[in-house]
């Protein structure tokens, strides 16, 4: 009986490192990519300054790039909450399993002690 709930809650454990694994890459990928974005952005606007010769316009850097952030987070996060819904399952069911091995537990507890 403890045996099955230990290898229930190992199982479970396991679950929920991998998907934490998974998540962390996927932010890792996400915000790299954003950064790159972003970075992008503002080398464009001060090449097109530099080619034209015109002196570096740093309140349209900073507004291109702040604009080019502002949409950046936008579409990470509902790229994340579109690919959070497998992550987010998992905890649940763990915790329902929890909850039904705790049943037991007492269960087992009353009738040992009776």
Known sequence: ???????????AREASADAQRRSVSLQIA??????LCVA???YINWHADFVAQRQVNLLGLVIHC???G??????????????GS???????ATQRTCR???????????????
Request: glycine letters at 4%; aromatic letters at 12%.
């Open 1 to 11: 009986m403890l045996w099955n709930l230990l290898k229930q809650q190992l199982r």
């Open 30 to 35: 996400l915000w790299t990519l954003w950064t």
């Open 40 to 42: 992008v952005v503002g």
């Open 66 to 68: 702040v604009l080019a």
């Open 70 to 83: 502002l949409i950046g987070l936008i579409v990470l996060t509902k790229i994340e909450m579109w690919r």
């Open 86 to 92: 497998w992550i987010s399952a998992i905890p649940s």
């Open 100 to 114: 039904s091995n705790n049943a037991e537990l007492h269960a087992a507890r009353r009738y040992s002690f009776s």
